[in-house]
């Protein structure tokens, strides 16, 4: 069969205020989910693809801006941003878009799981809409970037979802 549309979507995140802390094998997690996942998955996947067919990755705005207590994350989330663009350059003449969403910050499982109660309740209020997105608020951008005749034009973009500047 083929493939029309990979999503790349996996990461692996817990919040550290201390660098020094890190150790080998939560670096190594890090990045064999947020980096090596989507690498892999790519690589199998590309031989099953078209013309018109997408690849779209979630990066994350800590892979624009940063995050002091998601060093690790905030580099592979940067390192997809990067595979993002030099993937596209690598397929485009195969017809295949490779682009990225990159959302601030969502209101799902991964987010408040490492996070204590108090942090919780603020989590998202430093967004301009002072709350964070919703699932359902980040999907859209995703089946725009998949759909050839919304985007057939778009390769290698970043597409920061963070409510507002």
Not at 60 to 77: A, N
Request: glycine content about 10%; aromatic content about 8%.
């Amino acid at each position: 069969g083929r493939i029309d549309v990979l999503v790349n979507n996996a990461a692996f995140q817990i919040h550290s205020s201390d660098f020094s802390e890190l150790t080998e094998e939560h670096f190594d997690t890090t990045l064999k989910t947020n980096l090596y996942g989507y690498f892999h998955m790519a690589q199998e996947a590309v031989p099953h693809m078209k013309p018109g067919s997408a690849i779209i990755n979630s990066g994350s705005v800590t892979g624009i801006e940063g995050s002091k207590q998601l060093v690790d994350y905030s580099m592979t989330k940067g390192g997809i941003h990067a595979f993002t663009r030099a993937l596209s350059g690598n397929l485009i003449e195969k017809g295949i878009r490779v682009n990225c969403v990159a959302p601030g910050p969502v209101w799902t499982p991964l987010n408040p799981s490492d996070k204590q109660a108090g942090d919780v309740s603020k989590f998202g209020a430093d967004t301009p809409m002072k709350r964070p997105a919703q699932p359902e608020e980040i999907a859209p951008a995703y089946v725009f970037l998949a759909s050839p005749h919304c985007s057939s034009y778009i390769t290698g973009e970043i597409l920061p979802i963070i409510g507002g500047y």
